[in-house]
């Protein structure tokens, strides 16, 4: 068990990749807290079957672009497990599909505040808990290399942001602490069940070297150890998990 032990933030791991990071983290002996917006049911799941293997968890229901939220967050973290060892970053999404000659600024802005600074807010807030040997893992997306599809423009700056980010803190925070982040392709999700057509995740699916889609699971298995001690030297990378859709 690579984090027995320790204890780990997953933000916005009410469903789908989060959900099943929180779960991979709690398989290898971490302690979990679970934020969550509005998947209550499904992050209470997954507490449900963290403690059914013997695992500790615990969900919360966060606004995570807003301090109060993320202040209150970091301290029922501390208050139940006494300490944070990892935090994982998942919240985001796109909101919508919209180009830019018909996007406002509010959208920009909303993008913008739920991928990248709701990431600087729990950072800055996690850090001066995190120890040495402690790591945090952020999800960028393949979108943040390529511009994404149509539509996501500001969603795919935002993920930009994302990796470059993770970057200038791996130098700011190291050697302590390390940080690196995922860019999933094609995983199947709830994102692509709300924003892209069938059709779409069909043709790009086939255009992939693996020939499908990924799943979350394969994605927490990548999380898991990037947080964990497996990952040692590793710190400042944006690893893709795409099936061969991009080479980077």
Known sequence: MTMKGKVAIVAGG???IGRACAIELA???ANVVITYHSSKTTAQSAVAEIEAFGGKA????????DQTSVDVTVKAT??????????VHVSGGLIARIKIADMSIEHWN????????????MSKACIPHLGAGSSIVTLASQ???DGGGGGAVAYASSKGAVMTFTRGLAKELGPDIRVN???PGMISTGFHDTFTPGEVREKVAGMTCAKREGTSEEVAKLVGFLASDESSYMTGNNIDINGGMLFS
Do not use: E, H
Not at 78 to 87: A, Q, R
Not at 110 to 121: I, K, Q, R
């Open 143 to 145: 979108a943040g290399r």
């Open 78 to 87: 501390l208050d139940t497990f006494g300490k944070i060892d990892c935090l």
């Open 27 to 29: 398989q290898r002996g």
């Open 14 to 16: 009410g469903r789908d």
């Open 110 to 121: 909303n993008v913008m505040n739920l991928n990248m600074t709701s990431l600087f807010m």
């Open 181 to 183: 982040g995922v860019c």
């Open 58 to 65: 615990l969900a919360l229901q966060a606004d995570l672009t």
